[in-house]
């Protein structure tokens, strides 16, 4: 196979390094094209078929449905391990030895509080503010705590610091968020319980009673969070590796993801979806009415939960949440209505051809709400759910391009507007 391409410009041939990823991913290197050319760009809208880097972190084939983290598959990180060993695998390369997976849970119980004048800024926010708001709000708030992180040349003790601090305090502002919303007093955490445990009872213990965390709970998060830990370059890990390739600190980095998993095409789809679900309860479960709103052009709705960037037959993520979803719900003698809803929707538009055509399937966030709802979790948190999973991935993905020395983000346009043109004077206009 060739390992240069040719681009042929106005007569003239250009040719290209063609480079290979460890799985015979191919790309054509377009960095020196500008200059080759006298300053002929790409243009990619949505980042499409944009390779924005070189990465050892996750690999993922969208038609056949594979996704690994670190070269171990999905489906045997989230049936064996746990979610810290997989943020460890993720961040630093390697699954832990006992040794290392003793002092990396160690490290991370030691910063689970966070300091008390978070409270006043979380008291400033109006109780129904959503919380994914506060999270992003509280994680950029860390800054000032930890002025140190600032700058993430300045050692890697502070940059490893940081890691640390983060993953061990986000489960705590998480909860704290929620408590918020619904107005009752915060939960410290509790060392005593693993990390999914002790998140579970920060969001659901109160001072009225003694809280035991049921086991179906925590190994159902251990799970969805080891599902969600990493997905190469989606919105929110570009946005956190660009917002951190002009060397702004670790927080700012992650809490400029939150932001960007929040909206409804990204992240915000798993709270979407519930919401669509029991829309189409309300109406008599009229599964059909909604098909058709998601097929008309002139409709803005979509069939929240399907379709993928660049998953083309099925998610892998979407295959086991389902299974889980069955055995969550049994467990917990949950028989939630819109479950059934989900199962036909689905069943109908795998069977109809503008989803086949388009190679949209249900995606991770189609079932994974339903299991957040038999859990208890209010559909506005479902989103920081994915969040609390997102986080190792995020760090890694950051860490990469830190280590890698990568340039600060900056993409080029094509300019369409206004050519020179004179100033109008205010009368004139
Ligand atoms: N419902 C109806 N039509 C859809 C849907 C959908 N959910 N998704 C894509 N399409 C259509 C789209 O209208 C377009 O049709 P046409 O070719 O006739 O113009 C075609 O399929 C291709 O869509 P696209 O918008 O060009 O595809 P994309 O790769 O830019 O978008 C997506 C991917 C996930 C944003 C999109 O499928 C979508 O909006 N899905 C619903 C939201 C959702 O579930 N998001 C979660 C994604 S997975 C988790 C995560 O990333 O956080």
Known sequence: MSNTAQIILDGKTYELPIIEGTERERAIDISKLRALTGGVTTIDPGYKNTGATESAITFLDGEKGILRY?????????????????????????????????????DITLHTLVHEEIKNILDGFPSNAHPMGVLSSL?????????????????????????????????????????????????????????????IKMLFATPAEIYHVDPVLSNALNKLLILHAD?????????????????ASLYSSISAGISALWG???GGANQAVIEMLEEIKASGGDTKKYLDKAKDKNDPFRLMGFGHRVYKNFDPRATIIKKAADDVLNKLGVNDPVLEIARG?????????????????PNVDFYSGIIYRAMGIPTEMFTVMFTLGRLP?????????????????????????????????????
């Open 70 to 106: 670190r070269g171990y598959s999905i489906e045997e990180l989230a049936e064996r391990s746990t979610f810290l060993e997989v943020a460890y695998l993720l961040i630093y390369g390697d699954l832990p030895n006992e040794e290392q997976l003793t002092t990396w849970k160690s």
């Open 139 to 199: 994680i950029s708030a860390l800054t000032a705590f930890y002025p140190k992180s600032l700058d993430p040349n300045r050692s890697m003790d502070q940059v490893d610091l940081s890691i640390v601090r983060i993953i061990a305090k986000m489960p705590t502002i998480a909860a704290w968020a929620f408590k918020n919303e619904i107005g009752h007093p915060v939960n410290y955490p509790d060392n005593t319980l693993n990390y999914c445990e002790n998140f």
């Open 231 to 247: 997905h190469e370059q989606n919105c929110s890990t570009s946005t956190v590796r660009i917002v951190g390739s002009s060397q």
């Open 264 to 266: 409804p095409l990204h």
């Open 345 to 361: 929707l689905e069943e109908a538009a795998l069977k109809d051809e503008y989803f086949i055509s388009r190679k949209l399937y």
């Open 393 to 429: 991935g995020w760090i890694a993905q950051w860490k990469e391009m830190r280590e890698n020395n990568e340039p600060i983000g900056r993409p080029r346009q094509i300019y369409t507007g206004h050519n020179s043109r004179p100033y109008m004077e205010l009368g004139e206009r």
